[in-house]
C-alpha cells in the first residue's frame, strides 16, 4: 500500500502563493491517481484537485486558473501549486492515494474522496494578513 506524507504548508498573505508537495512510498506512483483534498474547521473535507496516472488532471471549480496540480514519477511526488491565495483557502490540506490510471480514478475526489484508500497526514495552510 502506498504512503502518502504532505508538506509545504504554511502562513502567506492573501494573493500570495505556496507549493505543496507529497511525498509517496511503497507502490510506484504512476499507477495511482492522487487527489488533493483540503478540511477547514467546521466544515466537510473536500476535493481540491486531482491527477491520474496518465498525467490527466481535473480541478475544483472555486480553484481553477489558481492552482495547478503536477506529478514526477521519478520523484514519487506529487505537487500543488497554490496561487492567489485567498483567506478561504485556509485548511488543511491533504494527498490522497487511488488505484488507476484513467481520469475515472479521480472519480469521486470532488465530495470528499471516500473511494481514496491512502492517505497522509496533512499539512496547514493559513492565509492572512
Known amino acids: 500500500q502506498v504512503q502518502l506524507v504532505e508538506s509545504g504548508g504554511g502562513l502567506v498573505q492573501p494573493g500570495g502563493s505556496l507549493r505543496l508537495s507529497c511525498a509517496a512510498s511503497?507502490?510506484?506512483?504512476?499507477?495511482?491517481?492522487i487527489g488533493w483534498f483540503r478540511q477547514a474547521p467546521g466544515k466537510e473535507r473536500e476535493g481540491v484537485s486531482c491527477?491520474?496516472?496518465?498525467?490527466?488532471?481535473d480541478y475544483r471549480k472555486s480553484v481553477t486558473d489558481r492552482f495547478t496540480i503536477s506529478r514526477d514519477d521519478a520523484q514519487s511526488t506529487v505537487y500543488l501549486l497554490l496561487d492567489s491565495l485567498k483567506p478561504e483557502d485556509t485548511a488543511v490540506y491533504y494527498c490522497a492515494a487511488r488505484p488507476g490510471r484513467t481520469l475515472l480514478s479521480c472519480g469521486g475526489y470532488l465530495t470528499g474522496g471516500t473511494e481514496f484508500s491512502s492517505w497522509g497526514q496533512g499539512t496547514q495552510v493559513t492565509v492572512s494578513s
Open positions: 511503497g507502490a510506484t506512483l504512476d499507477n495511482f491517481a
Open positions: 491527477i491520474s496516472g496518465s498525467r490527466l488532471a
